[in-house]
């Protein structure tokens, strides 16, 4: 009998994982910690490497400058005043652009979840984005996707999961509910008084 409660094939496998997720532990450490200067070792081939990893970067997603920046100063082979020219170049051939970038993110955001304001600041605040590209940008995604649309689609499917809140209990489930998606309060307490006196329809809202 196995006194661990494990199969030999599943033991054998645990050293593998670890040794896994250790190397992936230093690699994000390595990440965190800057390169300083003088460790830096510049060459002829480092302005095309960084725009080689720059382009890489890039085709793997989106990302603001600043992002962009910190990812390739990663490297011990290129420096700051290299980064700054690629990037500069990259803006130029319009594949960076924080403005585009934002309200990109800010209406994909919308599209794949119902949410307000509150909501879209705090997943959009860790995107490496001035304070101002990122208000701008929210505030044009809600022209689009309006936030009284948002609420609506988010009461619609909660109704459809729990049904009308029957009791104040209930009620207060559904107001937390619709917090922790980021609406403003003024606007949740609406929504709660047109679902409570029937005037809330699935399909279009308010009556």
């Known amino acids: 009998m196995n006194p661990t409660g494990t199969s030999p094939s599943k033991?054998?496998?645990?050293?593998?994982?670890?040794?896994?997720?250790?190397?992936?532990t230093y690699?994000?450490?390595?990440?965190?910690?800057?390169?300083k200067d003088e460790d830096r070792v510049i060459s002829e081939r480092s302005r095309e490497k960084t725009m080689k990893r720059a382009g890489n970067l890039l085709?793997?997603?989106?990302?603001?400058v600043r992002e962009l920046r910190e990812r390739l100063l990663e490297k011990p082979w290129t420096d700051a005043a290299i980064v700054d020219e690629v990037i500069e170049k990259l803006k130029g051939y319009k594949y960076l652009d924080d403005e585009q970038y934002a309200r990109e993110v800010a209406l994909s955001k919308l599209r794949q979840k119902p949410q307000g304001?509150?909501?879209?600041?705090?997943?959009?605040?860790?995107?490496?984005?001035?304070?101002?590209?990122?208000?701008?940008?929210?505030?044009?995604?809600?022209?689009?996707i309006p936030e009284a649309?948002?609420?609506d689609k988010a009461i619609a499917k909660r109704l459809r999961l729990k049904g009308k809140p029957e009791t104040r209990e209930d009620s207060q489930k559904f107001y937390?509910?619709?917090?922790?998606?980021?609406?403003?309060?003024?606007?949740?307490?609406?929504?709660?008084?047109?679902?409570?006196?029937?005037?809330?329809?699935?399909?279009?809202?308010?009556e």
């Open 11 to 24: 033991r054998r496998d645990q050293p593998l994982l670890t040794c896994g997720l250790l190397h992936q």
């Open 117 to 144: 304001k509150r909501r879209l600041q705090q997943s959009m605040a860790n995107r490496k984005l001035d304070r101002d590209v990122v208000d701008n940008a929210i505030a044009e995604a809600f022209e689009e």
């Open 59 to 64: 085709a793997a997603k989106a990302r603001s």
């Open 149 to 151: 649309d948002q609420i």
């Open 176 to 206: 937390a509910f619709l917090a922790r998606q980021g609406f403003g309060f003024d606007l949740i307490r609406e929504k709660m008084s047109s679902i409570t006196e029937g005037r809330f329809h699935e399909d279009g809202g308010d």
């Open 27 to 35: 690699v994000m450490r390595q990440r965190r910690q800057p390169i």
